[in-house]
């Protein structure tokens, strides 16, 4: 299994590309999941402002407010894109707000790095075909654990 990440860091953000391919690398090879490892997985992920990403959700959303993350999925479920045949899988794109996500982080005395992954890990599990609920949050707190390891 390959995984490209492509990343524009609009919000200029001091976060590695590493660090994001390590969260995400944690994900895609967790056994839940069960990805084809025959596939390469694609995923575009951006970093902008607070102003970008309430227009972004203004638009596609309909809610006018900044939010922490935005994924927009390829596939609409985890087993449509276990059964697709291309070799290439484009898994979507991943939209966060860097200084919404430090300014929570900060408020509530956590560390930056670890709500930014936990923020992208639940980008990631969405595009995986993933809705709110129990099974999802058990899921991406486990992710979170591997990274700490």
Not at 14 to 41: C, E, G, V
Not at 105 to 131: C, M, P, S, T, Y
Request: aromatic share 8%.
């Amino acid at each position: 299994m390959k995984l490209n990440l492509e990343i524009n860091n609009q919000a200029k953000s001091p976060i590695s590309q590493a660090f994001f391919a390590a969260a995400w690398k944690t994900a895609l090879a967790d056994k839940a999941l069960a990805l084809p490892s025959s596939k390469n997985f694609n995923l575009s992920l951006a970093l902008v402002s607070k102003a970008e990403i309430k227009r972004i959700n203004r638009i596609w959303r309909k809610k006018d407010e900044v939010t922490d993350v935005l994924s927009f999925a390829e596939f609409k479920s985890l087993k449509a894109i276990r059964a697709s045949r291309e070799p290439e899988i484009f898994l979507g794109e991943i939209i966060l707000c860097y200084d919404d996500i430090e300014a929570y982080a900060r408020q509530n005395d956590l560390k930056i790095k670890a709500e930014l992954a936990k923020v992208f890990l639940h980008g990631i599990l969405h595009l995986l075909g993933w809705k709110h609920g129990s099974k999802m949050f058990a899921l991406q707190n486990k992710l979170i654990a591997k990274l700490k390891k």
